[in-house]
Nanobody
Framework: QVQLVESGGALMQAGASLRLSCTSS????????MNWYRQTPGQQRELVAT??????TEYTDSVRGRFTISRDNAKTIYLQMNDLKVEDTGIYYC????????????WGQGTQVTVFS
């Protein structure tokens, strides 16, 4: 099992920067893919950014160039969010995907980011 705890959500003005953190109960280098998702009311969770154990990163188009996913050398990943936009508002969830047969993916409890203009 993997326990995930997000932090850093806040109420921010458009154009500002914010960094989210996700602390894992297991070293992130042992996890195939760490992801950040976000969800707004009435919408499905949207994959925002992925960090693979190799260090490769992927972003959804709407955040590419503004958001950066990274990790430390232990148990934490980050989502640096620059030039925030109102449409970035949502609950941000950390996700760990071990990509092993029969293994579920793991979710944190989420952290709220609200951006106002």
């Amino acid at each position: 099992q993997v326990q995930l705890v997000e932090s850093g959500g806040a109420l921010m003005q458009a154009g500002a920067s914010l960094r989210l953190s996700c602390t894992s109960s297991r070293k992130v280098l042992t996890i195939e893919a760490m992801n950040w998702y976000r969800q707004t009311p009435g919408q499905q969770r949207e994959l925002v950014a992925t960090l693979r154990w190799t260090g490769a990163t992927e972003y959804t188009d709407s955040v590419r160039g503004r958001f950066t996913i990274s990790r430390d050398n232990a148990k934490t990943i980050y989502l640096q969010m620059n030039d925030l936009k109102v449409e970035d508002t949502g609950i941000y969830y950390c996700n760990a995907d071990l990509k092993k047969p029969g293994e579920p993916t793991y979710w944190g409890q989420g952290t709220q980011v609200t951006v106002f203009s």
